[in-house]
């Protein structure tokens, strides 16, 4: 079955480490996306890329960072520059056509500890 | 410009009832906006969506109303079951800033039985 695969499902962190969560897709899918969801704030776009090799910050970059060097992974790493960083991480990918939507995957629970 | 609001935070529906979930937004280069829903500890999954070009979209017991003028859409689940309770986001998206989907806050909806 094709999906997005975001992996661990918790992940818990000491202050000042960085961290870096998974996201895998097997939809053949050029844009990914990664999104971060708060209590009342709904989802915040922190970072996407559109082709391989090629990404761009979102509404909320500052203490992250993404790499895109192959079309299925979209690896995340939540540096100690980010201030708050618990929360619930949801990666996305689409294609082209807005039709189709996003598939996102089940997410990664990060707890600063 | 780039926020859609969205409201109510949560919400509470007798099993068999209406349940209605509103959302404006601002900017008018927004042209396809799409619902998801969400279960508790999964990522969220496209459920209905519409262009500005249509007042109104029926897919089963979603319906989403459009009001062009006003810049409010609305998600209405007619005959609400148990098995709906979830979290609702609507969305935005526009091709002149790259079909990136922007997210209300999100309602919890709690259909009671």
């Known amino acids: 079955d094709g999906g997005i695969t975001q992996s661990p499902k918790y992940l818990f962190r000491k202050e000042g480490q960085n961290v870096t969560l998974s996201c895998e897709q097997n939809l053949n899918h050029d844009a990914m996306y990664w999104y971060r969801q708060d209590p009342g704030q709904g989802l915040r776009l922190i970072y996407y890329?559109?082709?391989?090799?090629?990404?761009q910050k979102g509404d909320i970059a500052e203490g992250y960072s993404v790499s895109r060097e192959k079309k299925e992974s979209f690896p995340l790493t939540v540096t100690s520059a980010q201030k708050n960083p618990t929360a619930f991480y949801l990666c996305a990918s689409s294609v082209p056509s807005r039709e189709n939507g996003y598939t996102f995957g089940s997410g990664t629970r990060l707890t600063v500890v | 410009q780039q926020q859609v609001k969205q409201s109510p935070q949560s919400l509470i529906v007798q099993k068999g009832g209406i349940s209605i979930i509103n959302c404006a937004y601002e900017n008018t280069a927004f042209d396809y906006f799409p619902w998801y829903q969400q279960f508790p500890g999964k990522g969220p999954a496209l459920l209905i969506a519409i262009r500005p070009d249509v007042s109104e979209k029926k897919e089963g017991r979603f319906t989403i109303s459009f009001n062009k003028s006003a810049k409010q859409f609305s998600l209405h689940i007619m005959d609400s079951q148990p098995g709906d309770s979830a979290t609702y986001f609507c969305a935005a998206s526009s091709m002149e800033y790259g079909n990136k989907l922007v997210f209300g806050a999100g309602t919890i909806l709690r259909v009671k039985s």
């Open positions: 890329s559109q082709i391989v090799n090629d990404f």
